[in-house]
């Protein structure tokens, strides 16, 4: 229980981090920022996609977790975050 409630926890401050580079990219306008926020809702929509019937399935909320851990890190290091160390 408490491995599961730690990787909620990493989850939302790894999203915040994101949230914060993603609002500067759309803050500057442009193309950029338009590639940008479509982007984020096609991911959205994708992930909805995704993990809404696995986890009405009975799917492993860990497994969840970690697989969307690994799409918010790989947006993080896409937009220009510092590479965390492991």
Do not use: C
């Amino acid at each position: 229980m408490f491995k599961t409630l730690f990787k909620i926890s990493m989850l939302a401050f790894e999203s915040q981090n994101v949230i914060a580079l993603r609002m500067i990219k759309l803050a500057q306008g442009g193309a950029a920022g338009t590639a940008e926020a479509q982007k984020m809702w096609s991911e959205k929509a994708e992930a909805a996609m995704r993990l809404g019937p696995a986890f009405l399935a009975g799917g492993s909320i860990d497994k969840m977790i970690d697989d969307y851990r690994v799409i918010v890190r790989a947006n993080h290091s896409r937009l220009g975050g510092r590479r965390r160390r492991r």
